[in-house]
């Protein structure tokens, strides 16, 4: 069943990447065509824009579905731990002090000083409670920050690109980005996979997955750390792009099952189909400026999402 999933999930996702490259402002009677106008628009501008987006996509659901298991908690994605509020706050400190270049630096370096943050002080916490109630700390902490370097911006340039990173978009990515935000993809999924097993004991409860042999901080350690590689890499070129993490395991539960071992490669395969198709939209929408993608992400994916779980309630399911 799983494996008939993720391939439809798949499928999904070529389609959406092969979609993208047709539809855009610019009307193609055939993307494959040989002619320079045609191979520039689509391989080097569409191309690379909506394989980022999947990129990205993939990353935040992996890392939410990831973080569901650990936390046993179904609203939980890297915006509970802190781990998206750092990442995002590195790359706003990089614009605020004129260093914009080395914003994706910063944002994957900030993700991985909150992971470590996170592990250290719950190395003595028990339960995923106190892990949560440390995440939402850190993330509160980030978000003053992000909001005093706002208040603080030296320009007006320097105020809108830290406003347009905190609003997430792909627009512009290159194939370098997509080569970024894939490494820590696949560093990041390796690391979340090894601790699979992990995660299918810890829905038994952390003592009696402890008492049937598994390692829980070696757990808790990988998927933090796996989280962390993920939400650093697709921040680092899209910035912030919020609800993809939360909704995407959720779209998927009633097909994949609970197993959160189960749910963590059909996530990413939504996930990453749901932003390149948010993507594609905000890029056909006729208005003078493009919308941008975390906000789009938002504002279609949230009514959908909230619609589902309200027929999974309706039939006495959980969301």
Not at 77 to 98: I, Q, R, W
Not at 138 to 144: E, N, R, V
Not at 203 to 211: C, I, P, Q, R, V
Not at 255 to 275: K, Q, V, Y
Request: aromatic share 6%; with cysteine; hydrophobic share 60%.
């Amino acid at each position: 069943m799983i494996m008939r999933v993720s391939l439809s999930l798949g499928t999904f996702s070529i389609v959406a990447l092969i979609t993208a490259l047709w539809l855009g402002p610019v009307t193609l009677a055939d993307p494959f065509a040989s002619d320079l106008r045609t191979h520039t628009i689509v391989w080097d501008i569409r191309f690379p824009r909506a394989l980022t987006a999947w990129i990205v996509g993939a990353a935040l659901g992996l890392a939410g579905a990831a973080l569901q298991g650990l936390l046993r908690n179904p609203l939980a994605d890297a915006g509970v731990l802190g781990l998206s509020g750092f990442a995002a706050l590195g790359a706003v400190l990089a614009f605020a002090f004129g260093m914009s270049a080395l914003a994706p630096v910063g944002a994957v370096a900030f993700a991985f000083a909150a992971a470590a943050l996170v592990t250290s002080l719950a190395a003595a916490a028990r339960g995923p409670a106190s892990l949560v109630l440390i995440g939402v700390g850190l993330s509160s902490f980030a978000g003053g920050l992000i909001a005093l370097a706002l208040n603080l911006a030296p320009n007006p340039g320097a105020l809108s690109d830290l406003v347009n990173w905190t609003l997430g978009s792909v627009e512009g990515r290159s194939l370098q980005d997509a080569a970024l935000a894939g490494t820590l993809l696949a560093t990041g999924a390796a690391l979340i996979f090894a601790a699979a097993r992990g995660l299918q004991a810890l829905t038994l409860g952390e003592e009696s997955a402890a008492a049937i042999g598994a390692d829980v901080g070696a757990t808790r350690l990988l998927v933090v750390l796996g989280a962390a590689c993920c939400t650093g890499g697709a921040t680092a070129v899209a910035g912030v792009i919020g609800f993809v993490g939360i909704a995407a395991p959720h779209l998927v539960r009633a097909l994949a099952g609970h197993d959160p071992a189960r749910l963590l490669l059909p996530s990413a395969l939504a996930g990453g189909a749901m932003l390149v198709y948010a993507d594609l939209i905000v890029r056909v929408l006729p208005t003078d400026t493009e919308l941008k993608l975390g906000v789009a992400a938002a504002l279609l994916g949230g009514p959908v999402f909230a619609l589902i779980a309200a027929r999974l309630a309706a039939r006495g399911g959980e969301a």
